[in-house]
């Protein structure tokens, strides 16, 4: 029978993001986690499917958050405003969880694979906020172009701010890159 | 000694294309393309490393086009102007060879591995139109994000003509899905 581990998930994460961070991700082993951790390799599986999930575990809760924000939006609200509600609510999510995200951000930025997983994530959202927005009646190509483009201005935020190449903090980093997308086409 | 064979590549993607579509991309061996081109795999081989590249071969080649335009855009042109250079070159390419872009599009929109392929070339080429902005003098985040926002424009545009949802050409659409980006500011 398995012995109950008090928090036994959150030092599995911990442990793995420290492995990666040393290591690298490729060079870190499920085991090597779970020994870091003082758990089983049986422990850590109660967890998580692989390695992978430890960093792309929360991406459904992260897109249900967006959605739900971007849903809620008032009824009269602008197709980028409705946009940038269902972002302030991934962008709190992440803010809430400041230390686990920034030092998953640098353990994706050094490896392309990592990233490309990141990426396709992000265009699930995209997809969803899409959605979002047709269910209010915004016709294509609208839409999508107003979820793509969001999502695109969130993405640079979150690397400039996982990058710490500006010391904001992410919903300030996550509004200037929507202000510099409304100026857009007064700068063209 | 290999016997030359007229137009060999051409009889080998237009084998690939319609076996893609028949069978399906995953369904599909070198050895049936090569089969139905009446060709040898190693004449298969000595033109692409592997069925993916049939699909993707071009995209170094269509990047660049890309990158050029955009480095050949008037020195005063606003951010976005510079994008749509670059972008209109590359859509110039796909119209010139329209049967095969749109047939290899349905390909793509049919398999989910190939649709990640496919953005993550589409990211490479933000990454590389924000390096022109940035040449430029245009300043973080803006380049990015007008990279970014531009080339979803182009996704967009590209996804509606392959679909055939509708029935302007890509250079028009591409137009019209850059125009709705500019409108987005004065929209919200």
Redesign the interface.
Known sequence: MARWEPNAQGRLAEAALELFAERGYEQTTVADIAERAGLTKRTFFRYYADKREVLFGAGTEFQDLIVEGATGAAPDA????VVAAGLRAGVDMLEGRRAFARRRASVISANPELQ?RE??KM?SVAKALAQVLRDRGIA???A???A??GV??F???FE?WAQG?DLRDLPELTR??LA?????????
Chains 1, 2 share one sequence.
């Open positions: 602008a197709p980028l405003d490309e990426l396709i265009a294509e190509p609208e999508s172009l107003t793509e483009a695109a201005a993405r640079i935020a400039r190449e200037a890159s510099a997308l409304r100026a857009l086409s007064s700068a063209a």
